[in-house]
Nanobody, 121 residues
Framework: QVQLAESGGGLVQPGGSLRLSCKAS????????MGWYRRAPGKQRELVAS???????NYADSVKGRFTISGDSANNTVSLQMNSLKPEDTAVYYC???????????????WGQGTQVTVSS
């Protein structure tokens, strides 16, 4: 079983910055990929950014140039640096981690409990 501990959400003014972090712990062989999703009020959950164990990153068009995802494989942690925040970035942000089991190297996808990010003046 994999546990994800998220931190870093909060209230920020437009143009401000926040940093989200997520640490994975539990019983797994390795991490294949880590990422962040978000769900805004009245909208579907969407991918914000992801990073693979090889370092490849992927971003939603709406956050390119403003958000930066980074993975720390030694500490099983993924961070999302969010700059130039806009009111439309307001959402609950969820950490998502794909791990490989010790036996059979099966992929297991786990979700964090979510952290609220509110961008408002």
């Amino acid at each position: 079983q994999v546990q994800l501990a998220e931190s870093g959400g909060g209230l920020v003014q437009p143009g401000g910055s926040l940093r989200l972090s997520c640490k994975a712990s539990g019983n797994f062989f390795s991490i294949a990929a880590m990422g962040w999703y978000r769900r805004a009020p009245g909208k579907q959950r969407e991918l914000v950014a992801s990073v693979t164990s090889g370092g490849s990153t992927n971003y939603a068009d709406s956050v390119k140039g403003r958000f930066t995802i980074s993975g720390d494989s030694a500490n099983n942690t993924v961070s999302l640096q969010m700059n130039s925040l806009k009111p439309e970035d307001t959402a609950v942000y969820y950490c998502n981690v794909a791990t490989l089991t010790a036996i059979f190297r099966s992929k297991v996808v786990s979700w964090g409990q979510g952290t609220q990010v509110t961008v408002s003046s």
